[in-house]
Structures are given as structure tokens and as C-alpha cells.
């Protein structure tokens, strides 16, 4: 069966209840709202990800049961649930385990089965904070977990645009996220020219003026252009073209994430080193992606055109709005 799962390996203050529920069942509604409300909070990084259409159904797992968030028509013709509690752009369900899984924090989609819940249809799994502290280091508080929840809503608006699924489908379900880990760490030209381009992107997020920022920017081109033409001599068409599309779902989902999390004091760019470092974080693609949107929103890209145009990722949209921009000067 072709399934896929998007991994994470990586506040606001919580709303008091509107219903009285059992408190176990009340914690869990307060968890959901500041997932929710981050999610809100991201939209100023992210306009699109507040659109209803690429809203995604949150699975809440418990020890015993699952929690269905803003389940869809989809969702519900295949898992039988039952009302748990509803408010405002808040329905919850309640169902039976789908898995015996210990630990999820994931957005998986199926694409040969009809019928699964999550076939052809994104849907976002997490344990409780309490488990994935148990999995994830450093996780170990709720606005954390609700970090990482709002990473894996990123991947789900990913995956509604059709035409960013249909080259998903082409490439990535033929190439894992495996071997770029193997390609950073055992492949000496690779991890160099990497370690450059991501040099260069942080040269120029940190240029004191305009000539040293468009100085960075052309290094990174030409390094890019040059590692990618190498990877794709001895890599391959596929394997370079899903660099792409990992590097701008893993990048963007990041940016959503890490900007959310430091405009809220919950990360700290000097102690979460993670967030930008290719050699601290588990592809190194994370890293150079992130680094890629923060460029691209300092240049202003139209970034509404990412998952939307076949053949588009970061280092190409980066190249078309800097050419752009370097013609006018």
C-alpha cells in the first residue's frame, strides 16, 4: 500500500473551557485551542494557511482513544465516531484508535487505498505532550508540542494544492527522505557544496547593505547551480528534483514553525541553532530551506506561487526574484 508520513523531528495562553467536560477530556480541548491559535498566529507569516479549504483534520492520540478535530465528510464515512465537544471552528469527535502505534507526530496520506480515512486526503496524527516528550528531546512543554503540531498542519496545506501533490506523487513516493541523509553525511562534494549555499543564504540574511546581501545571493546561485548539475549527472533526475520539493515542503513547513515560535519567545535564533544548521538537523535540507524562506521574504518573492507551479522551489523562485530585482537597479 503507498503511504506516506511526513516526519518531525524538531504559545499562547490556554483558553478556558466554554462546556464543563471530564478533566482529562477538558486539557485535551485546551491543547487543541493553542494548537489552533498558533496556527492563527502563523497566518501572519503565511496568509493561505488560514484559508478553509486547506484546513486538515488533527487525530489526537490517547493510551486508549482518538480525539478527531474538525474531522471532514471524508474522515467521517470511514471512522465511526461520536460527538465530544463543539464550539466556534471547534468540532470534536471522539474514536476508536486506528493504530497500536506508541508515539505519532506526523501528516500521513494513503494513495491506493479508498478506504482509509486518510486516502488522498491529509491528516495530521499526534500523541499526547506527554508521549512525544517521551520520543523528542527538548519537547517536554506544551507549547513545544503545539510547535511541532503546527510544522505538521504546514505539510497538509502542502499537500491540497494539486499540483504540488501531483509532482509529490511523481518524485517523492519514488525517492524516500532516507538517502539525502546519506548524501549530506558520507558524500564529501555534497555536504561542502551544502555547507556553502547555506553559508551564503545566512551571509545574506546577516549583509549590513544591499551589494554584500546580492554578493551572498549570486554565491549561493552559482553553488547551487553547480552542486545541482553534479547531482544530477551522477544522481539523477529524480532524486534531484525530490531535493527540490523536500527542501521547500521541509523548508516552509519550518519557517511557519520557527518564526511562530520566535515571535512568541518560545525559540531563540542564538540557542536553537537547529533551526538554520544543516549538520544539526535530521536532512540537511530543513536548514537550507528555511534559510531560503527567510531570504525570499526579505527580497518580498511571491511565495503564494510555491505548491502551485510545477517545476518551482525555493532556489528557483529565489533566482527569478533576485534576476528580477537586480534588473531594476
Same mark, same amino acid.
Given at each position: 500500500?503507498?503511504?506516506?508520513?511526513?516526519?518531525?523531528?524538531?504559545?499562547?495562553?490556554?483558553?478556558?473551557?466554554? $462546556?464543563?467536560? &471530564?478533566?482529562?477530556?477538558?486539557?485535551?480541548?485546551?491543547?487543541?485551542?493553542?494548537?489552533?491559535?498558533?496556527?492563527?498566529?502563523?497566518?501572519?507569516?503565511? /496568509?493561505?494557511?488560514?484559508?478553509?479549504?486547506?484546513?486538515? /483534520?488533527?487525530?489526537?492520540?490517547?493510551?486508549?482513544?482518538?480525539?478527531? +478535530?474538525?474531522?471532514?465528510?471524508?474522515?467521517?464515512?470511514?471512522?465511526?465516531?461520536?460527538?465530544?465537544?463543539?464550539?466556534?471552528?471547534?468540532?470534536?469527535?471522539?474514536?476508536?484508535? &486506528?493504530?497500536?502505534? &506508541?508515539?505519532?507526530?506526523?501528516?500521513?496520506?494513503?494513495?491506493?487505498?479508498?478506504?482509509?480515512?486518510?486516502?488522498?486526503? &491529509?491528516?495530521?496524527?499526534?500523541?499526547? /505532550?506527554?508521549?512525544?516528550?517521551?520520543? +523528542?528531546?527538548?519537547?517536554?512543554?506544551?507549547?513545544?508540542?503545539?510547535?511541532?503540531?503546527?510544522?505538521?498542519?504546514?505539510?497538509?496545506?502542502?499537500?491540497?494544492?494539486?499540483?504540488?501533490?501531483?509532482?509529490?506523487?511523481?518524485?517523492?513516493?519514488?525517492?524516500?527522505?532516507?538517502?539525502?541523509?546519506?548524501?549530506?553525511?558520507? +558524500?564529501?562534494?555534497?555536504?561542502?557544496?551544502?555547507?556553502?549555499?547555506?553559508?551564503?543564504?545566512?551571509?545574506?540574511?546577516?549583509?549590513?547593505?544591499?551589494?554584500?546581501?546580492?554578493?551572498?545571493?549570486?554565491?549561493?546561485?552559482?553553488?547551487?547551480?553547480?552542486?545541482?548539475?553534479?547531482?544530477?549527472?551522477?544522481?539523477?533526475?529524480?532524486?534531484?528534483?525530490?531535493?527540490?520539493?523536500?527542501?521547500?515542503?521541509?523548508?516552509?513547513?519550518?519557517?511557519?514553525?520557527?518564526?511562530?515560535?520566535?515571535?512568541?519567545?518560545?525559540?531563540?535564533?542564538?540557542?536553537? $541553532?537547529?533551526?538554520?544548521?544543516?549538520?544539526? $538537523?535530521?536532512?540537511?535540507?530543513?536548514? $537550507?530551506?528555511?534559510?531560503?524562506?527567510?531570504?525570499?521574504?526579505?527580497?518580498?518573492?511571491?511565495?503564494?506561487?510555491?505548491?502551485?507551479?510545477?517545476?518551482?522551489?525555493?532556489?528557483?523562485?529565489?533566482?527569478?526574484?533576485?534576476?528580477?530585482?537586480?534588473?531594476?537597479?
Amino acid at each position: 500500500m503507498k503511504r506516506y508520513l511526513l516526519l518531525l523531528a524538531s504559545a499562547l495562553l490556554l483558553g478556558s473551557c466554554s $462546556t464543563p467536560e &471530564p478533566e482529562g477530556e477538558a486539557l485535551i480541548v485546551e491543547r487543541i485551542r493553542m494548537v489552533q491559535q498558533l496556527r492563527a498566529e502563523a497566518g501572519r507569516s503565511w /496568509p493561505a494557511l488560514l484559508r478553509p479549504e486547506y484546513d486538515v /483534520p488533527l487525530l489526537y492520540y490517547t493510551d486508549s482513544v482518538c480525539y478527531a +478535530v474538525n474531522p471532514t465528510q471524508h474522515f467521517l464515512e470511514r471512522m465511526a465516531c461520536r460527538p465530544m465537544h463543539e464550539e466556534k471552528g471547534l468540532n470534536i469527535r471522539k474514536c476508536a484508535r &486506528p493504530d497500536s502505534l &506508541p508515539f505519532h507526530m506526523q501528516t500521513i496520506m494513503s494513495f491506493d487505498d479508498s478506504t482509509r480515512f486518510d486516502y488522498r486526503s &491529509p491528516v495530521l496524527l499526534c500523541s499526547s /505532550p506527554e508521549t512525544t516528550a517521551q520520543f +523528542v528531546t527538548g519537547t517536554d512543554s506544551d507549547e513545544a508540542w503545539a510547535l511541532m503540531a503546527l510544522h505538521e498542519y504546514t505539510h497538509g496545506f502542502q499537500l491540497l494544492h494539486p499540483a504540488f501533490l501531483a509532482e509529490f506523487e511523481q518524485y517523492c513516493l519514488t525517492f524516500p527522505q532516507g538517502p539525502f541523509r546519506r548524501l549530506y553525511q558520507g +558524500v564529501d562534494w555534497q555536504r561542502r557544496l551544502i555547507d556553502r549555499e547555506n553559508e551564503a543564504l545566512k551571509g545574506a540574511l546577516a549583509a549590513a547593505d544591499v551589494a554584500q546581501r546580492d554578493s551572498c545571493i549570486r554565491l549561493f546561485l552559482d553553488t547551487r547551480a553547480d552542486r545541482r548539475a553534479r547531482m544530477l549527472h551522477y544522481n539523477g533526475e529524480v532524486m534531484t528534483s525530490a531535493e527540490r520539493l523536500y527542501e521547500m515542503m521541509e523548508g516552509s513547513a519550518r519557517y511557519v514553525e520557527a518564526q511562530t515560535g520566535l515571535r512568541l519567545g518560545i525559540y531563540d535564533m542564538q540557542k536553537d $541553532t537547529w533551526l538554520y544548521d544543516p549538520a544539526r $538537523t535530521p536532512y540537511y535540507y530543513y536548514a $537550507t530551506g528555511y534559510n531560503l524562506m527567510r531570504v525570499l521574504m526579505l527580497l518580498g518573492a511571491d511565495t503564494s506561487r510555491l505548491f502551485t507551479e510545477p517545476g518551482l522551489g525555493l532556489g528557483e523562485l529565489l533566482a527569478e526574484t533576485f534576476e528580477t530585482q537586480t534588473q531594476k537597479q
